[in-house]
């Protein structure tokens, strides 16, 4: 009743934009009468005065949104005025907040509106998509509107060089995909010179397909690693055995007596197996172990149920395929091919063994970071995408972003039929491949959506067999998607696709087709996700163009057979659904709605939960990135360096100095710890066997630094740098590796009555105390161990170039390290007998 009498949130809030649209539009006869010189002029203009403080964004809005909406009529051809809802669009983005816009309603030109407002701040702004397809395409095509007003554009896509990037950066915009923006912060957090730097401070980003980048890939962290352990025979001796064991048939949850007749048990909602009593006895026996839970066994027992996973919940075609006898991963959400990224904690060669190809060795991490608290980063983040308003709570709790639904400039007129239902996909199959028969015959384009290579492959067979002439869009054909999408709007054309069909790429209907009906889409199962659905809907309609769109459904697709209750099998059973027949029933499509709706929600608790363990590490991840900035661009370092030798000997010295009587084994241990980090047996004193004062061990580490600055002038400063950030580097690395295996386990810590999340927290803040306390002495050790025997030469002190560890080998950065240290022969233990060959100690002879 409220909705009604005062409209919705969304209408409320819609309605208070319109007087702000009206001023824009007031001042639209001002901008016909300027030259065209005149545009760049202003735009210089305004850049002095948001930067000096006299004009806020916000008050230049209503002119630069007129000058901006003349511009795009100059310089584009045909001539592109804005719209007034394109108007409220760019207006819902400089506010923060994410526009749900319907295909074909021109997002791509609504993003130039707070572009171009918020590059007058000279801070930089970040326009972001899902491929570099888009990202160069969209750059080039807006970059006719940008140029015009004087304003520099910069283009980020895979491949390109340091160099190029730093000047895409420190352009006044942006374009690139979210991959390359991550990877580009992860790596600027592991370079050693501040000049090697690409990104400036996060201002403003508009991420296009807000939806597919902000929630289908939450889950995926962006990772920068280094092999780790080397591969073993150890996958395929695995794989041999898991042919041997059977899966267990599903059984009742509310049954508490039953127990799974097979050896092992399969969950596909959460693509998980475990093994039973009777598997775990068959594997120890092919496995020849006696105990697969001995500790010493866990690593194999890791194995196991890794190929299992490899076996039974990843399959060919749908999840990855085998390429160049590679296994590449297909991205879920868009059907595209995901070369480079790999599946981790040995699942990826667990697949890589079940295919029979190279196993490669495992990665360790050595940088990584989720999507979610990289975008979070920003100091003003928007969206824009055509199905987000299903998702919105989402975008609210984890982004703080509200969605605002932007009206079309036309209406919509596309007709949505209901759901077909079929008893099995053999007859769904062959009711689809007959509707799309009719609609080529007829001359009336079509696309059909499928939900796998798999699919889309036997469509395709099926066609065949219909003589129906047609275009397969997947993965495996990804180089021709923009032709073939530009076609599938042209009459008798068919189009497969995968859920990639064509994001970013409007499909314009060819002469004649608006009479036939528009394009006709086809949907070959629901998808667990709604948006994706509707998304797929949205390649039809648009600009108040005509078009249908319908969904066919079997009672054993996924999504009914993992998620469709029992109450949807009852209804279907009184409809009396008969073989070959379909359904078309309103309450069962809102089952299958609230089948969705329940995965969804799902999916929405594991990105939460992800997020929840994420922002312990991204904490840390802050404070050491932090540190790591400051070291980076700090001229004078060296007081950094004193602040960390202060801290080890107030843990260290300190509290043994308070102790009355320390007896001569706390008297040992103490001075062999200082021996060992500040080297303090090159001083006569410290040999009188006692623990020396505060007062002295701080000179003697006054002496350190003195020799140090002594002995490489004016490299002192680099070379502290050059340890200081060598130390974090290595144990950040390190602590990665303590963090994933703490992980991994602290699900184990609810069996003992205790909360996971809570154990990873304190657990994860004790290993970032040791990890502090690790860098400052492995710094400390390097310093004062340090001997300079030759004149320091620049490119000694040079760090590798992060870019060369992405892919590579991080431990080759041993092999650089600068050559300081050298000893004509070996070091002699002080208790060792002098070589001098007096028979007294060396520590008592010549070491003294």
């Known amino acids: ?126 326009v972001i998509t899902v491929n570099d397809y888009l990202a160069s395409r969209d750059a080039e095509w807006m970059n006719q509107l940008y140029s015009f007003l004087g304003l520099s554009l910069g283009v980020i896509v895979h491949g390109i060089s340091d160099k190029e990037r730093q000047e895409a950066y420190r352009a006044d915009i942006t374009y690139g995909t979210n991959n390359e923006f991550g990877f580009d ?186 999507f979610q608290n990289y975008f979070r980063m920003y100091d003003k983040l928007a969206g824009m995408t055509g199905t ?41 199959y062959i009711a689809i491949a007959e509707d799309i028969a009719d609609c080529y015959h007829r001359g009336q384009p079509t696309l059909v959506g499928t939900v796998s290579i798999e699919k889309s492959e036997l469509l395709s067979h099926l066609l065949k067999k219909h003589k129906v002439p047609h275009n397969v869009l997947n993965a495996k054909q990804h180089e021709r998607e923009a032709e073939i999408v530009a076609e599938a709007g042209h009459k008798k ?12 790429t409007d499909i314009k209907l060819g002469e004649g087709v608006r009479e036939l009906g528009g394009l006709h889409i086809i949907g070959t199962e629901r998808h667990e996700s709604r948006r994706i659905d509707n998304q797929l ?36 059973n009184k409809l009396g659904l008969e073989d070959g027949m379909a359904i078309e029933n309103k309450m069962v499509s809102n089952a299958i709605e609230k089948s969705q709706t329940r995965v969804e929600a799902h999916h929405f608790e594991i990105r939460k939960q ?53 007896d001569d084994e706390t008297v040992e241990s103490v001075r062999a710890r200082l021996e060992e980090v ?39 400063q680099e070379i502290l740098r050059y340890f200081l950030l060598d130390s974090l580097d290595r144990n950040w690395k390190e602590h990665l590796l303590n963090m994933d295996h703490l992980r991994d386990g602290i699900g184990l810590r609810g069996y003992g009555q205790k909360d996971p999340k809570q154990e990873y927290k304190r657990e994860g803040f004790e290993l970032f105390s040791e990890l502090v306390y690790t860098i400052k002495e492995n710094a400390m050790r390097a310093f004062s161990h340090l001997r300079i025997e030759a004149e320091v030469k620049d490119e000694e002190f040079q760090h590798e170039q992060s870019d060369e560890l992405e892919y590579t080998d991080h431990e080759s950065e041993k092999d650089k390290k600068p050559q300081t240290v050298k000893r004509a022969a070996p070091k002699v233990s002080r208790n060792a007998p002098c070589p001098c060959g007096s028979g007294k100690k060396y520590k008592k002879c010549c070491g003294a």
């Open 610 to 662: 992800l997020l929840e363990y994420d922002d312990v590490m991204n904490q840390q991840r802050e404070v050491i990135y932090t540190l790591r900035r400051e070291l980076m661009e700090a001229g004078d370092v060296e007081d950094v360096a004193r602040s960390y030798a202060s801290d080890l000997l107030e843990e260290t010295l300190a509290p043994a100095l308070t102790m009355k009587d320390a």
């Open 185 to 370: 912060y992860l790596r600027d957090n592991m370079k050693f010179y501040k000049e090697q730097l690409v990104q400036r401070p996060l201002n403003f980003a508009i991420v296009d397909e807000v939806d597919s980048i902000l929630i289908d890939e939450a889950r995926t962290p962006l990772i920068i690693s280094g092999p780790g352990e080397k591969s073993s025979g150890l996958y395929r001796r695995v794989d041999s055995i898991i042919p041997s064991l059977v899966k267990s048939t599903p059984i009742d949850p509310e049954d508490k007596d039953a127990v799974p007749d097979g050896d092992f048990v399969l969950d596909e909602k959460t693509k998980s197996a475990t093994l039973t009593d009777a598997g775990v006895e068959k594997v120890e026996k092919m496995l020849e172990v006696d105990n697969l839970f001995d500790p010493q066994h866990i690593s194999l027992q890791h194995h196991v149920l890794q190929a299992l996973k490899a076996h039974h919940c990843f399959q060919k075609d749908v999840e990855y395929i085998v390429k160049d006898n590679q296994v590449v991963l297909v991205d879920e959400f868009t059907g595209r091919l995901m070369p480079g990224r790999r599946l981790s904690d040995g699942l990826h060669q667990a697949i890589e063994a079940k295919e029979n190809v190279k196993v490669e060795a495992e990665n360790q991490t050595l940088a990584s970071i989720t």
């Open 537 to 572: 809907r949205g390649r039809s309609g648009r600009q108040g163009d005509p078009g249908s769109s319908r969904f066919y459904l079997a009672l054993d697709d996924d999504l009914m057979r993992l998620f469709g209750s029992d109450r949807l099998q009852g209804i279907m």
């Open 678 to 716: 500040f080297n303090f047996e090159r001083f006569d004193a410290w040999h009188e066997e006692k623990l020396p004062t505060m007062e002295m061990a701080e000179g003697w580490v006054d002496d350190i630094f003195a020799y140090l600055r002594t002995s490489t002038g004016d490299h002192y």
């Open 1 to 126: 009743m409220l909705k009604f009498l005062f409209g919705s949130k969304n209408d409320r809030y819609l309605k208070k934009l319109n007087p702000i649209i009206a001023q824009i539009n007031e001042l639209e006869p001002k901008m016909e009468a300027l030259a065209d010189e005149d545009f760049s002029r202003i735009i210089a203009e305004w850049k002095e005065q948001v930067q000096s403080g006299s004009k806020t964004l916000d008050d230049l809005l209503p002119e630069c949104f007129a000058l901006v909406r003349e511009a795009g009529k100059r310089v584009f051809d045909p001539p592109m005025r804005h719209f007034d809802v394109q108007l409220i669009g760019g207006y819902v983005l400089h506010q923060g907040k994410i526009a749900e816009m319907k295909t074909g309603e021109g997002k791509t030109l609504v993003a130039t509106l707070p572009v171009v407002l918020n590059a007058l701040s000279g801070k930089g702004v970040h």
């Open 388 to 428: 987000a308003d299903t998702e919105s709570v989402e975008f609210n709790q984890i982004y703080n972003l509200e969605v605002i639904v932007i009206p079309t400039h036309r209406e919509m007129i596309r007709k949505d039929h209901p759901d077909a239902i079929y008893k099995t996909q053999e007859q769904k």
């Open 493 to 504: 054309k068919v189009t497969i696709a995968t859920n990639m069909a064509g994001r970013g």
